[in-house]
């Protein structure tokens, strides 16, 4: 007994199998998550030291180098790229994709442990730490509200993340922006060189009168007593009464040689939202979580919350990942459903019978229901590449009914029984619908062993498609023979077959055909080389087709990054960006415009080396939400090519749009530039100065915008060069001289101010008119050993001169990349329009070029779906070689295969 006679004879197992499969199918369907993409753990592994006060250079050398050799070694890596920059070493190890991160991570730790000795001794360890996409927030508000953007950072704090960090699947709630509390010593130098004290006199005291100091336990009767010291400062008024000395039999306090201040850390960034003071609030998610479900019960908080939170503050949804995962995946399902009801309509245009055409429509809830299942016993989430296979499946869904139903009609129509027709009709074409699925399957599978980007993508969609496409089958194979038995009607003459299922109005169709056919065959030549032409001329419009790694999306976000000329302060980048905040503001688009100047915690880390986020005060970022597509007549691209004609020209300056589309789906390295060209070399200067030429040569290219050259000029700076012999004859070391410069003018932590739980820095440091001129500096006054006090220009030479830059290497060699935007063109036409003009462009030995970003990704995915493309056409000619047991049968099926490109 084969399946589908199981299935005719056995009605009600069919029905509570199938009704199991809805069960579990629905279950499976509420456990599935919701997303905008796939999970993917990208292979890159940042390995981060820090050496503070070190030049870029020295960094490269004494650290960057001996790191990127060590991590050669690891196993499959793929690309190593790093920077070097004043104090840091940032190595990335890009590695072959389904590699075991944290066995790397622990490979690459002992590895660095074998190189401790030759590392600088007084640089921090290395740091190991993976690339988690999970990290990246999926909600971001800008919150207004409060004028004192402290207070309104502390209200925060205080009362809104605790709440939402307490929900399920909320992995972090983080506050940016706003300022800091700190409690400031402002030392007033004049009266600190009265009473003959040093900085470090003060700092080493104020620790010293903030501690709270256990000292074991003593026993008194029955009673065990713990000793404690207690002497945390208690209040303001504590540390302004601290006692650093006697002076002439009187104590000398705080207060009398400084202003002790409850204020704020040094402004070095500022968050506006619409032109207010601001401050951001981004909630992250934890890895396999629902983001929907997440940020639905964050809103809902926040909705509890309103009720306690002053009216004044005003939440405003900057970024919200569910509101666009709602809208492509209401899109896709759209889709999907007009797909399967044009299916059902046009099988019921020609069946003409509500009977067979249920049975067919049967097909398609049912292999989707089974799907949820696969898509759950895999692990997947629905989001735009699953629910894609979802929706591609759909119309294949039905293929294998209707070919059974069709041949269960031949039988009817030859005066079987229902349940005969039923079984014989689906046994007699359940090898051919099998093959047919298989040669369908074949072409997904090979998808799933592709490497890279484009085979971790479209491994849930080969997948997805795949599981689909069995369940038709076995949807065919049992419970369509199982309908089939049931309703549909027992005919004795072939007259009422036709009558009955509309055969009769599709005669002259067939006529047609027939006509068609015979003329084919009769004129083999001419069709043989009508086909060819056509063949040709396709390839001659394919050529002039261009090639995108992903299509630009119309996103209701922009993100521009402003970097100011190197050395432009606070003050001048902020007045900057003001003038580009008001040509947002004029956008009737709009609905929010998020600004961030300075290196506020959004730059810095794994997201600063791949060019995201601000690391200076010379750098800014524009973030602008748009009001969705739907509910405005231009598009995202438009509305960047009308704010880039209103951004005003400076020398020196850039301003760039990010490609968001190209950042979502992991447009690494060049911080997802869709045009990146890599210069290679050994001389910096040499390598700018190539790199200058490069980006004059291809500035009038069709379709480029935005080009930038990741080396800048070297920030301006003042040199402290110490007279060795000078300061040796005086007492005076090196480190004790650098570090009074430091606490005098950027001050320190001297202690940590304990109230309510909370802790405080208190810095100490000179007050601003004792540290705001290169006089101030020149006068700074050190403590000696002599016991007396030495002027800093007695013992050092102050010079001006050029900062570190950073210094960029991939695969451990030096590296300037010219990176640039496109627009109205296919990347693939415009990079080869870039080749033409950098044709003539002669490099010296030792240097040479080479294209990346997502033109590299472009590349590399097309020849992996070529080869998945090749492998594909081999296993379908094996499925139906061995199907039709004829080596030379298949080949005439095969030679349709090229012919598609017509279409």
């Not at 840091?88 to 072959?96: D, M």
């Not at 007593?225 to 000395?245: A, H, P, S």
């Not at 006509?515 to 086909?531: C, D, Q, S, Y």
């Amino acid at each position: 007994m084969n399946l589908p006679e199981f299935s005719v004879n056995r009605k009600v197992t069919i029905s509570m199998l199938t009704g199991i499969i809805v069960l579990f199918g629905m279950v499976a369907y509420f456990q599935l998550g919701l997303d905008l993409m796939p999970e993917l753990d990208y292979p890159v592994v940042a390995v981060v030291t820090r050496y503070h006060g070190v030049a870029s250079e020295d960094i490269e050398n004494l650290i960057t180098r001996r790191v990127e050799e060590i991590c050669s070694t690891v196993q499959r890596v793929k690309k190593i790229s790093s920077t070097s920059q004043e104090g840091v070493s940032s190595v990335l190890v890009e590695l072959e994709w389904g590699t075991n991160l944290d066995f790397t991570a622990q490979d690459i730790r002992e590895k660095l442990k074998m190189i401790e000795m030759f590392m600088p001794a007084d640089a921090d360890d290395p740091m190991v730490v993976k690339f988690d996409p999970s990290q990246m927030p999926v909600l971001v508000y800008g919150i207004t509200g409060i004028d004192d953007t402290m207070l309104l950072r502390k209200y925060l704090e205080d009362n809104i993340t605790p709440r939402l960090e307490r929900i399920e699947g909320v992995a972090a709630a983080m506050t940016l922006g706003g300022l800091k509390r700190e409690i400031n010593i402002y030392i007033d130098k004049s009266r600190l060189e009265a009473y003959k004290l040093s900085m470090d006199d003060v700092t080493r005291m104020l620790m010293f009168s903030n501690m709270n100091v256990s000292a074991g336990h003593v026993t008194s009767g029955h009673k065990e007593y713990m000793i404690r010291t207690l002497g945390e400062f208690q209040d303001i008024e504590t540390i302004k009464n601290t006692v650093l000395t006697s002076y002439r039999g009187t104590p000398v306090h705080i207060s009398d040689i400084s202003r002790v201040v409850d204020t704020h850390k040094e402004k070095r960034y500022e968050t506006r939202l619409n032109s207010e003071s601001s401050v951001i609030l981004m909630v992250a998610k934890q890895s396999g979580a629902n983001t929907v479900k997440v940020i639905n019960q964050v809103k809902k908080e926040l909705k509890e919350l309103g009720k306690e939170i002053p009216g004044s503050i005003k939440f405003c949804e900057v970024m919200d990942q569910a509101h666009i995962i709602k809208q492509v995946a209401s899109g896709t399902v759209m889709n999907a459903i007009v797909g399967g009801v044009l299916a059902i309509g046009l099988i019921f245009l020609f069946l003409r019978n509500w009977r067979p055409t249920f049975a067919v429509f049967l097909a398609i809830p049912l292999s989707i229901i089974t799907s949820f299942i696969g898509m759950w016993l895999f692990g997947y989430t629905l989001n735009i590449i699953t629910l894609a296979g979802l929706a591609l499946v759909v119309g294949m869904l039905v293929d294998n009914a209707v070919v059974v139903i069709e041949n269960t009609f031949r039988h009817l129509e030859e005066g079987k029984t229902r349940k005969e027709a039923a079984k014989i009709g689906a046994s007699e074409v359940g090898m051919a619908i099998t093959t047919a699925t298989l040669t369908t399957v074949a072409v997904f599978i090979p998808m799933v062993l592709g490497g890279g980007l484009a085979g971790k993508l479209s491994t849930p969609l080969a997948v997805t498609v795949s599981i689909g496409l069995f369940a038709s089958l076995f949807v065919a194979l049992t419970i369509v023979p199982m309908v089939a038995s049931v309703l549909f009607k027992q005919k004795t003459k072939k007259e009422e077959h036709e009558k009955d299922y509309g055969e009769t109005v599709f005669e002259r169709v067939k006529e047609k055909y027939k006509k068609w056919l015979f003329w084919t065959l009769t004129h083999r030549n001419a069709v043989a080389i009508g086909t060819i032409v056509a063949f040709i001329v396709t390839l001659i419009f394919i050529s002039f087709l261009g090639f995108e790694f992903m299509p630009k999306g119309d996103m209701p976000m922009m993100l521009m990054s402003a970097k100011m000329p190197v050395g432009t302060s606070l003050e001048e980048t902020d007045r900057v960006i003001k003038v580009i905040e008001d040509s947002f503001m004029n956008i009737p688009e709009k609905k929010f415009i998020l600004a961030s100047i300075g290196p506020s915690e959004m730059g810095g880390g794994m997201g600063a080396s791949q060019g995201l986020g601000a690391t200076d005060v010379n750098e800014a970022m524009v973030i602008a939400r748009l009001v969705d597509k739907e509910d405005r007549k231009k598009s995202s691209t438009v509305i960047m090519d009308e704010i880039r004609m209103q951004i005003p020209k400076l020398n020196n300056a850039t301003f760039e749009f990010m490609d968001l589309s190209g950042m979502m789906t992991g447009g690494m390295g060049s911080g997802g530039a869709p045009v990146a060209i890599k210069l290679f070399g050994k001389d910096l200067d040499t390598m700018k100065a190539f790199a200058k030429e490069i980006s004059e040569r291809i500035k009038d290219v069709d379709g480029l915008r935005d080009i930038n050259i990741s080396m800048k000029e070297g920030k301006p700076e003042l040199h402290v060069l110490v007279d060795r012999k000078k300061a040796a004859q005086l007492g005076l070391a090196v480190g004790q001289i650098a570090n009074t410069v430091r606490v005098a003018t950027l001050g320190t932590v001297a202690t940590r101010y304990r109230k309510a739980g909370e802790e405080t820095d208190v810095r100490v440091r000179f007050q601003e008119t004792d540290r705001n001129t290169i006089e101030n500096i020149k006068n700074i006054t050190i403590a000696s050993p002599l016991k007396t006090q030495v002027l800093l220009n007695q013992v050092a030479d102050i010079t001006y001169e050029e900062g570190p830059i950073q210094i960029a290497r991939e695969n451990r060699m030096r590296k300037i990349t010219i990176t640039a935007n496109t627009t109205g063109k296919a990347i693939d036409k415009i990079v080869n329009d870039i080749k033409k003009r950098l044709s003539g462009f002669k490099l010296p030995y030792g240097y040479f070029v080479e294209y990346g970003g997502s033109y590299q990704m472009m590349r590399e995915t097309l020849i992996t779906f070529l080869q998945a493309f090749i492998v594909a056409v081999i296993l379908i000619y094996m499925i139906m070689a061995a199907q039709f047991e004829s080596f030379s049968q298949p080949l005439v099926i095969m030679f349709t295969v090229p012919l598609a490109v017509i279409g």
